[in-house]
Every structure is written in structure tokens, then in C-alpha cells.
């Protein structure tokens, strides 16, 4: 097995380029689980999530488990930028709910951010779908047909 060396220029700081560990993918589906079930049945005081149904769609952990970037979607609704200010005032209240559900040594600290990889899905469907692809599409398995009749 080739060692990696310790410094690494090509990927980010923080960032495994080999992907996430087993751990950190078990700790970070049981964030995304106590945190789903929290935005289920709790109601918050703050005014701005009076109402709000949230989605937690992902949770990344850090290698370090000390920071958790948890992707949050409206369910119906594309306006959740509006509600991550209010997110990140509840984060203290939201987090000392993880530290009571979990045993971790250190609880994550929690960073909200949009899930717009829903948004990206429609867009890449939508130019598939156009025309002028689908018109490539044909012409690319005719092409791909004679090259293999020729052979």
C-alpha cells in the first residue's frame, strides 16, 4: 500500500482525498438522524422557525469531528437561505440535543448550509432532455453501432 505523504497541495485543507472515514460516516448519519428528529418534534422559540418544516438531507463530519456542515433543504419551498441565520441561533440548543443522544468525546459544532444538489439534478435533466442533446444522443449510438459492424 503506497503511503500517502503528509502534506497534500492538491485537495483542501481538512479534506481527505481518499473520502470519508467509516466513522465519520456512521457519526454523521446519526447527526443527520437525532437532528431530523429534533426539527420533527420540537418547536423552536425563535420566531423565524415558528412553522418551518426543515429536511436534513446530509451531514458531512470533519475528520477531527469537531465541525459538522449539515445540508438543509424546505420541504416544497426553494427559500431556505432565508432561515439559516435562524438555524445557526439555534445551533447552541440543537447541538447540546446531539450531546445528550450521542456518545461522542466532543460534539460537533454545526454549520448549516443550503442542499442544492436537488436543484442541480432538475437542471442536468432538463438539458438531457433538451433537443439538441438527445438529437447527439442518436447520432452518438448510430456511431458507436457502425464502429462495431465494421469490426
Known amino acids: 500500500m503506497k ?4 502534506f497534500d497541495l492538491l485537495t483542501p485543507a481538512g479534506e ?5 472515514s467509516t466513522r465519520q460516516l456512521r457519526v ?3 447527526v443527520r438522524h437525532v437532528l431530523a428528529e429534533v426539527f420533527a418534534r420540537t418547536e423552536f422559540r425563535d420566531p423565524e422557525l415558528y412553522g418551518v418544516t426543515i429536511t436534513v438531507t446530509e451531514v458531512r463530519v470533519s475528520p477531527d469531528f469537531r465541525h459538522a456542515t ?5 420541504l416544497g419551498r426553494d427559500d431556505v437561505e ?4 435562524a438555524l445557526k441561533r439555534v445551533a447552541p440548543f440543537l447541538r447540546k440535543r446531539l450531546a445528550t443522544a450521542l456518545r461522542l468525546r466532543t460534539v460537533p459544532e454545526l454549520h448549516f448550509q443550503p442542499d442544492i444538489s436537488l ?3 432538475m ?3 432538463t438539458i438531457l432532455r433538451s433537443p439538441e442533446v438527445q438529437r447527439d444522443l442518436k447520432a452518438g449510438s448510430r456511431d458507436s453501432s457502425n464502429s ?4
Do not use: C, Q, W, Y
Request: aromatic share 4%; net charge negative.
Open 28 to 30: 454523521a448519519e446519526e
Open 148 to 151: 462495431d459492424d465494421a469490426e
Open 123 to 125: 437542471e442536468v435533466e
Open 119 to 121: 436543484e442541480h439534478a
Open 3 to 6: 503511503k500517502r505523504p503528509s
Open 82 to 85: 432565508a432561515v439559516l441565520p
Open 70 to 74: 449539515v445540508f438543509v433543504t424546505r
Open 16 to 20: 481527505n482525498p481518499v473520502g470519508p
